[in-house]
């Protein structure tokens, strides 16, 4: 899965600070793999409503990359446990969200990281 990260939007929406950037990337890449464990819990342990609480914790962290698609699959698989969709109708819908984590974590790496000092 391939993602591109807009880093010029993204920076002029942090009106050009590259330190709040790079913070903004070290934090995503420290937490969405804790988020992840803790969603990939929550799935197997049928737990609704932390499930749509890490999902919208990682929406968040996305929104500042403008990360697509991980970003819209996230917020369609938010709005699906938010209306209680029965988990065991969302398993492809998981699965795509998490292969789209995985690949934002290695475009932040090599897209924002790749020529600045980020810390992770």
């Given at each position: 899965m391939q993602i591109r990260?807009?880093?010029?939007?993204?920076l002029n929406n942090l009106g050009g600070d590259e330190e709040?950037?790079?913070?903004?990337a070290t934090i995503f890449l420290e937490d969405v793999p804790v988020l992840m464990e803790q969603l990939q819990s929550d799935y197997q342990a049928?737990?609704?409503?932390?499930l749509v609480r890490h999902v919208h914790s990682l929406i968040g962290l996305l929104s500042n990359f403008a990360a697509?698609?991980?970003?819209?699959?996230?917020?369609?698989?938010?709005?699906?446990?938010g209306n209680h969709r029965p988990l065991a109708q969302?398993?492809?819908q998981f699965s795509d969200f998490h292969l789209a984590m995985d690949a934002t974590l290695l475009a932040i790496r090599n897209q924002v990281c790749a020529d600045?000092?980020?810390?992770y």
């Open positions: 990260i807009d880093v010029p939007g993204a709040l950037l790079l913070g903004l049928k737990n609704q409503s932390e697509e698609p991980a970003l819209e699959l996230g917020k369609s698989l938010e709005w699906e446990l969302l398993g492809s600045r000092a980020c810390e």
